[in-house]
């Protein structure tokens, strides 16, 4: 089993930053990709950002050039910086991790951008 814990989510301003953190752990082995979700009040869930175990990213047009997705092995962690925020990107933040042995997600963190 493997468990996924987001923190680092809050209340920030239009135009500010904020990093969400993903930390992972159990029987983490051959991991295939961890990702970025958000899913905001009334809407679907989107996906936000890719990064595979060679280390490529990949973003969603919407968030292209100010999110930056990174992982720490060392930590089992997966990160996503999101700079210059917008009230668009208020929503609940899912991480999710692909192995072999399944498809894991957290239960998300919650970020506020006020206008």
């Known amino acids: 089993q493997v468990l996924l814990v987001e923190s680092g989510g809050g209340l920030v301003q239009a135009g500010g930053s904020l990093r969400i953190s993903c930390a992972a752990s159990?029987?983490?082995?051959?991991?295939?990709?961890m990702y970025w979700y958000r899913q905001a009040p009334g809407k679907q869930r989107e996906w936000v950002a890719t990064?595979?175990?060679?280390?490529?990213?990949s973003y969603a047009d919407s968030v292209k050039d100010r999110f930056t997705i990174s992982r720490d092995d060392a930590k089992n962690t997966v990160y996503l910086q999101m700079n210059s925020l917008k009230p668009e990107d208020t929503a609940v933040y899912y991480c999710?991790?692909?192995?072999?042995?399944?498809?894991?997600w957290g239960r998300g963190t919650q970020v506020t951008v006020s206008s």
């Open positions: 990064i595979t175990t060679r280390g490529t990213t």
């Open positions: 999710r991790l692909t192995q072999a042995s399944g498809d894991y």
């Open positions: 159990g029987r983490i082995f051959s991991i295939n990709g």
